[in-house]
């Protein structure tokens, strides 16, 4: 799937991540979990990486698992992983858009892409002290689903400790 602006500098392209992706996904994790630490607190490894179970399990081969690689004029710019995928709920992971591609409308027209190719019923995770999440997953509820998205808190499993995340919900496409 492709959106062409008709100009190939901003071709929009989401498609799945093959095993020969992963390295670029991988860099693209480290940029993610980079932007997430400001909110969590999560430092990097000794070795300077991030915690990856979910990278893990996004390329792990498992049916339930999917991975998504989106790039803009040819240019890695995101992912997506899809958990659930055998569950009448699927769950938007991981959603990444690197800072030079923000605020032009790439990440909806990503989330549309990845949504589309496994529709039904969706939910998607992010935190309430994230200010540009809740408006992005705000506006991403209001795009995909007008009207028929909602939103509630809560407890992040075995981890009292953690303010609740805030779940939005919604089908696509709409009923």
């Excluded at 999440?133 to 808190?153: C, H, I, N, Q």
Aim: glycine share 10%; no cysteine; hydrophobic share 40%.
């Amino acid at each position: 799937m492709t959106e062409n602006s008709g100009n190939s500098e901003h071709d929009l392209t989401v498609r799945p991540a093959t095993p020969t992706d992963r390295p670029t996904v991988e860099r693209l994790w480290l940029l993610f979990r980079h932007d997430l630490s400001e909110f969590g607190g999560q430092l990097p490894n000794a070795d300077g990486t991030f915690r990856s179970e979910r990278l893990e399990a996004a390329f792990s081969g498992s049916g339930d698992w999917a991975a998504y690689l989106i790039s803009l004029g040819g240019h890695p710019v995101g992912f997506a992983f899809v958990r659930a995928l055998s569950e009448p709920t699927r769950v938007l992971n991981s959603f990444f858009v690197v800072r030079g591609a923000r605020r032009s409308g790439i990440g909806l027209r990503a989330v549309r892409q990845v949504v589309a190719r496994h529709p039904g019923q969706w939910t998607v995770a992010f935190q309430d002290d994230n200010p540009a999440a809740v408006r992005f997953w705000r506006r991403v509820g209001d795009a995909l689903a007008p009207g028929e998205w909602k939103e509630e808190r809560r407890p992040v499993p075995e981890r009292p400790g953690l303010a609740p995340d805030v779940w939005i919900s919604f089908r696509y496409p709409g009923s």
